[in-house]
């Protein structure tokens, strides 16, 4: 005779709950229990010096007036030129656009990060992926997944295992996956589910610590400094910095590495993650890492998404460094320009 | 015994044409009937009012409340004839900055109501709150704010379901232009947004592949009726029933 269970049994679920607001000062490393690398603490160190030495710099401090745009008013404010930021424009503004806006928008065309300074005035308006017209804000959100992919990857291996990041492609939304390539020291790995599912759940961790991407434009010296022990970063620089000029890094946490930008605001911007699958790239010698994510506050049904997941599984074929010999572009991450812009 | 079935005035009539000239005519519907609020420490109107002038000073300072239905109905009367006096006398006029004074118990929100409600309710055509229903049990509060109520000094068990408990419905009452999120999603589809670029691009994706086991297919169409292992076919996603993109 079986026991029928109790109908007064009320499991807890149903109510969503926003989280807590966090203070948005975030402690930089963000997985404690695996110790860093030295090269990825040099890099940092590196990225530190750096920074402290371009804001002493900017020396006398000069005020620019900056028209911000918003649903939630418009206001012109005098802000510090080469220090203040998108991200301390929309303090002024709401707490609402500091948590959900994912890149800023100066004088109507030009995609700039939350967190990177404003050098004259101008007007500002902010990005939702929530927007009218999101293209810019998605891909920008894309980017921002394929960066915080490598950081995941660059540490969720056992130490005798060499990782070394290669690069991402542009973001590229209808290929179905955001994508990182990179050298991992294993022969023939075939990852488990479980593994896959690990990857997931670091990507969500690493969401949740809500860490802000830092942008510095660097010379060259510096740049090759940093990414002495790649070599396939090196190769990477030279060739951007004779297109460009400038080598732009970007940091999360202590993870440092080079694209050409924007990111988003900051990494809790991401809601649903998968890591979908990892495929060998036999000519490259590379495993190319895929996954899909949606931003925070976008719902889409079970199935639909499994969808997304299932073609996330299949490789994709986005400028694969070795047959993207005609158009091939060292990081092709600096080859296209996001010119078309949102309203 | 009164021989006509006309109501004797029991008190002398007001002018309303008159009076309508005084006071700014609200933009919500104000029902006759006064509730009666009880369990005031005053009794009588002035405890009554004194239990509202709480619930006023929070809807201007917070912007957003939930609470009993029936207080914050009367309390958004009061609220709408605060502001509207503001709007329509300024802060020059001495009733109305006594009227702020008194309904107001934080002495930093009457700067609030003159310099930051005011401009906003300048030019608006309607009513300056919106009041909603809310719900008075939410499903993973179990019926434990139900029994706390009832049995203040009790431990309670949450699991025990409400056995003659009184809920009172609840109110959410808003003051119009707040920066918080919208209560009610708008079921806004943009083919532009991110779940519907990914989507499209799949079922191109899909539909762009060679169908799998050519050779098999025939067989397949034998046995279609019983055969369990289908392929993978994805449905186009429907604008209206699959795919829904909520702006926030």
């Known amino acids: 005779m079986t026991v029928r269970p109790s109908f007064h049994v009320i499991s807890r679920a149903g109510r969503w709950v926003l989280t ?22 040099r890099r940092s160190l590196l990225f530190d010096a ?7 710099a900017v020396g006398r401090i000069e005020k620019i007036e900056v028209d911000v745009v918003s649903d939630f008013g418009n206001e012109l404010l005098i802000m510090n030129k080469d220090l203040s930021t998108p991200h301390d424009c929309a303090k ?8 959900t806006a994912v890149v800023a928008l100066i004088n109507s065309n030009q995609p700039w990060d939350m967190h990177r300074p404003l050098t004259e005035a101008c007007r500002l308006q902010f990005l939702k992926t929530t927007d009218k017209n999101p293209w810019v804000a998605n891909n920008v959100f894309w980017r921002s997944c394929s960066f915080m992919l490598g950081a995941v990857v660059s540490k969720a291996f056992r130490d005798d295992i060499s990782v070394v990041l290669h690069s991402f492609p542009s973001p590229n939304i209808q290929s179905g996956s955001f994508v990182l390539d990179a050298y991992i020291g294993l022969e023939s790995w075939n990852p488990s589910p479980e593994e896959m599912r690990q990857l997931s759940k670091e990507m969500v961790k690493l969401s949740e610590k809500e860490l802000i991407f830092e942008r510095l434009s660097v010379t060259k010296e510096v740049a090759e400094d940093m990414f002495s022990d790649n070599p396939y970063k090196l190769g990477h620089i030279s060739k951007i910095y004779g297109n460009h000029n400038e080598v732009v890094i970007y940091r999360l946490g202590d993870h440092v590495d080079i694209s050409r930008g924007p990111m988003m605001s900051h990494t809790g911007l991401i809601g649903r993650c998968t890591i979908a699958s990892v495929h060998y790239l036999k000519e490259d010698q590379l495993y190319r890492f895929q996954g899909v994510a949606l931003p925070k506050g976008h719902k889409l049904n079970h199935y639909a998404y499994g969808i997304l997941e299932k073609r996330a599984m299949l490789l994709n ?4 460094p070795s047959e993207a010999s005609l158009s091939y572009e060292p990081t092709p991450e600096y080859a296209t320009e996001a010119k078309e812009v949102s309203n | 015994m009164r021989m006509n079935n006309k109501p004797v005035p029991l008190r002398p009539l007001i002018h309303y044409a008159d009076l309508s000239k005084l006071v700014s005519r609200l933009k919500i519907p104000v029902h006759w009937h006064v509730k009666k609020l009880r369990g005031g420490e005053i009794p009588g ?4 009012l004194l239990k509202l002038r709480k619930s006023v000073t929070a809807l201007i300072k917070y912007e957003r409340i939930e609470m009993d239905y ?22 020059q006029c001495p009733e109305t900055m006594e009227m702020a004074d008194w309904w107001l118990e934080e002495k930093q929100l009457i700067h609030k109501l003159f310099k930051v409600l005011v401009p906003r309710y300048q030019h608006y055509p309607s009513s300056f709150t919106n009041f909603y229903r809310a719900p008075f049990w939410y499903f993973s509060d179990g019926f434990q704010s139900q029994l706390n109520e009832k049995y203040p000094d009790r431990e ?11 809920s009172y419905p609840k109110g959410l009452l808003e003051l119009k232009g707040n920066p918080y999120p919208p209560i009610f999603r708008t079921n806004v589809t943009n083919p532009r947004s991110i779940q519907n670029v990914l989507l499209s691009s799949a079922k191109d994706f899909f539909k762009s592949q060679p169908p799998k086991d050519t050779k098999d297919s025939k067989a397949e169409v034998s046995n279609a009726e019983n055969s369990s292992n289908t392929d993978f076919v994805p449905v186009e996603p429907n604008s209206e029933g699959n795919v829904k993109e909520f702006s926030k």
């Open chain 1, 20 to 41: 807590k607001p966090k203070n948005e000062v975030t402690s930089r490393s963000f997985s404690l229990t695996v110790p860093l690398s030295n090269a990825t603490l």
């Open chain 1, 50 to 56: 750096e920074k402290k030495k371009q804001r002493q």
């Open chain 1, 92 to 99: 002024h503004i709401s707490k609402f656009v500091v948590q």
């Open chain 1, 317 to 320: 074929s986005h400028m694969i």
């Open chain 2, 45 to 48: 109107p002035e405890g009554r």
């Open chain 2, 70 to 91: 029936y207080p914050a109905e009367e309390a958004r009367g009061y609220a709408e004839r605060l502001i509207s006096e503001a709007v329509r006398h300024g802060p």
């Open chain 2, 156 to 166: 309670i068990n949450e699991t025990i379901p409400a056995f003659r408990t009184v």
